[in-house]
């Protein structure tokens, strides 16, 4: 009667404890979704940055960039990152343009594979963010990826595991990010044509 006791109770406990693994993983989703940085809000930032004259104060620009960045915004993670990349800092240009890069941002994807030349970082994941920036809906950058993804010398076996990441990474895009991300990219390059 107890070994049976037992074994009723250790049921219970794992059917309970895998619902409410289903529970947080639900939850992590949704926090996912509903903490990811708006279409509106990318645009605030790159018009922002484009067009400073509406804020002279650019100081505030910079802060209103920086936290957008540190909220996981791929606009302004890129611009940091590229701010990062101008100043020649190419370590923490790479950190930050990962980032964004990794959210589907094809413009970082593309930056983030100079920024990781620049450091001699691995050739693998340069290689990969190249084949992801190719797909851009950007023609800019799909141009500008296939133009480097040509130059570099990558041995046969890498170009298949760069292949390989480049799929596991597109695979991690949500459709709801992905098409946030495409859309949030036209804008950002709307509002670069619109003051350059």
Known sequence: ML?????????????????SCAA??????????TSYPSVKESQEISELY?????????NATAKKI?????????????LLGDAFYEGEEYKEAAKTLRKS?????????????L???????????TYAFLLLSCKSGIKEIRVAATKLLVTIEI??????????????????????????????????????RKYL
């Open 3 to 19: 070994k049976k006791m037992f074994v009723i109770t250790f049921v219970v406990l794992g059917v309970i404890m895998l619902a």
């Open 66 to 78: 920086v936290s957008s960045a540190e909220n996981g915004n791929p606009v302004a993670l890129y």
């Open 24 to 33: 947080n993983r639900s939850y992590d989703s949704y926090t996912k979704l």
């Open 115 to 125: 920024a990781n030349m620049r450091i001699k970082g691995k050739k693998t994941e």
């Open 155 to 192: 041995k046969e076996k890498d170009k298949e595991k760069a292949q390989t990441l480049a799929a596991a990474i597109e695979n991690t895009y949500l459709p709801e990010f992905k098409k946030q991300i495409d859309e949030t990219e036209k804008n950002f390059y709307t509002a670069k």
């Open 101 to 113: 890069a990794v959210k589907g941002f094809s413009t970082a994807q593309y930056k983030y594979a």
């Open 50 to 58: 484009f067009n400073p004259s509406e804020n002279p104060d650019e």
